[in-house]
């Protein structure tokens, strides 16, 4: 008879866990990241706009903050390698499903049910991330590998799938996707045992209602969000309908939730300080953090950078992130008071936006922008994994879960909030200096006269008298678009920045705020 307790084969390395199961954490990762490999691709294949592809994200990471609350029991129900070859092998009929079909209907329901297994497939290797790690505080070096893969997925899931979107199309850019999957479905056939890592708790008295109800309050307030200023914000029945919708089944869910004997989110979390904080400090961190598109944006649109060269460029803050990771791993291990931590890390994410504002200038240099993508890269590398756990830090035992499940909770809405913000701040602002910069074209100006005459010469030979005038004018109108969106994000960045600043000061100088930062370190650790 076997004693092999492992989960592991007895014949498997040991040298070889800890890597195959990083490889094995990452293509859930590429999931959240799929339609954002290449936004313009995406939506010009689904004849879809950049609102919708956000919504796509927000329906796939509202189903992963809803099934979090019941991962545990599931994941203590199979075996390791079953659960791992069941999600998998899901996973992979979602993605063939997708590759299918260009109805955003449809995808849209699939990114909802690709949420589901895409937190159940990716959790689980946590665990089994942490057992591998022979250190003392094994728990944050594996939290540090998951987040960063989180804040680099991105980038690095376009890389894997430029040559495809380039070379190829629609279904081979999912069809990589499905085949990391399939690595991963090899790695838990050759590898792992039947093992079970735990006691096995059966799936009776799952609260499926009340998921229900959280599913749809996200995905209606995320639509909210998103949509608001598309359809004119509460001028538009479907916003105000879905608004509706937002608010009765985020009341059901807490009134489920106050009602029944054993409840998937306990309230009483909210009792605790550093869960308050963390998640205030969470949301102001994630809101800085959204403005970090509108660069890319404005690479695209104003300079004209190839989208494969921007995902080169965008290396840069992935090198910055992996130095703020572990910069702050170290300090963490340290056991540095998490004041001075954040302190500095919002210093710095001021710093980056500051660093942002010169710039945005009709033409600008790789040099010029590497300095704030990569010093950005760093505050947000540094502040994300210590912000995670000191929301998990002094809450009990049996409170951890929803601790955490509060940081993916703020996740999902600063995401969405932040999305909304800088869209509306971006076209606000833009409308308002489209306008100043019109009212100073002055028509006996020398100067305005020499570049229309210029450009009138250039198109009449081409194109004759009255074409050529509306295509001069056409000119100068995306020329103004572009001036104004550069002097907007000066704007945006300069505003971020002084909110960047004013939170380092109330982190160093607020009376209260520093006590608890002083007094609480990190038992969670």
């Not at 979090?68 to 791992?84: A, E, G, K, P």
């Not at 069941?86 to 955003?104: A, F, H, M, N």
């Not at 240099?365 to 830090?393: D, E, K, N, R, S």
Request: glycine share 6%.
């Amino acid at each position: 008879m076997s004693t092999n307790k492992s989960l592991y084969y007895s014949w498997v390395p040991e040298w070889i866990k800890l890597p195959l199961m990083i490889v094995a954490m990452f293509p859930h990762l590429m999931l959240m990241s799929l339609f954002h490999s290449n936004t313009a691709f995406t939506a010009s294949v689904l004849d879809i706009e950049a609102e919708d592809i956000q919504y796509y994200l927000s329906l796939m990471y509202g189903a992963i903050v809803v099934t979090l609350l019941i991962f545990q029991r599931l994941f203590s129900f199979f075996r390791v390698r079953t659960y791992i070859l069941l999600t998998c092998s899901l996973s992979i009929l979602i993605l063939l499903g997708i590759s299918l079909t260009r109805d955003p209907f449809l995808i849209g329901i699939l990114r909802v049910i690709e949420g589901i297994f895409c937190v159940l497939e990716g959790a689980c290797f946590l665990p089994l991330l942490m057992m591998q790690i022979k250190h003392n505080k094994s728990r944050t070096i594996a939290y540090f590998f998951l987040y960063t893969f989180m804040l680099t997925g991105s980038t690095l899931t376009t890389s894997l799938l430029k040559e495809s979107i380039m070379d190829y199309g629609w279904q081979d850019m999912i069809h990589v996707v499905l085949y990391w999957h399939l690595i991963v479905i090899a790695i838990a056939l050759l590898l792992l045992n039947n093992n079970r890592l735990g006691k096995k708790f059966p799936l009776y008295q799952l609260d499926l209602a009340s998921c229900l109800f959280l599913l749809i309050s996200l995905s209606c307030g995320a639509y909210v969000l998103i949509y608001g200023r598309k359809y004119y914000w509460f001028e538009c029945s479907t916003i105000t309908i879905n608004f509706a919708l937002f608010l009765i089944f985020g009341a059901l869910f807490i009134i489920k939730q106050r009602m029944v004997k054993r409840p998937l989110f306990h309230f009483e979390i909210l009792r605790y300080k550093n869960v308050i904080f963390g998640v205030i400090l969470f949301f102001l961190f994630y809101i800085i953090r959204s403005c970090l598109n509108n660069v890319y944006t404005v690479m695209a649109t104003v300079w004209k950078w190839p989208w494969h060269y921007i995902v080169d460029v965008q290396y840069i803050n992935v090198l910055g992130t992996i130095l703020g990771v572990g910069s702050s791993g170290f300090l963490l291990l340290r056991d540095v008071s998490p004041k001075y931590i954040f302190g500095f890390g919002f210093l710095i994410l001021a710093t980056s936006c500051f660093l942002f504002v010169p710039t945005f200038y009709p033409d600008t240099t790789i040099w010029a922008i590497g300095l704030p993508l990569f010093i950005q890269g760093i505050g947000q590398g540094w502040l994300f994994t210590p912000l995670v756990i000191y929301i998990l830090t002094g809450v009990e035992s049996h409170h951890i879960g929803n601790a955490g499940l509060m940081g993916t909770t703020v996740r999902f809405w600063s995401t969405n909030v932040g999305f909304a913000l800088i869209q509306n701040a971006s076209y606000t602002l833009n409308q308002k200096h489209y306008i100043q910069l019109e009212q100073t074209l002055n028509t006996s100006n020398p100067l305005t006269i020499n570049y229309w005459n210029t450009l009138i010469e250039k198109y009449t030979g081409i194109y004759g008298d009255q074409i050529a005038n509306r295509i001069a004018s056409k000119s100068i109108s995306g020329t103004l678009s572009q001036q104004a969106s550069l002097i907007s994000n000066m704007e945006i960045f300069t505003y971020l920045g002084i909110l960047g600043m004013l939170i380092t000061g109330l982190i160093f100088l607020f009376g209260p705020a520093k006590t608890l930062f002083m007094r609480l370190r990190m038992p969670y650790l």
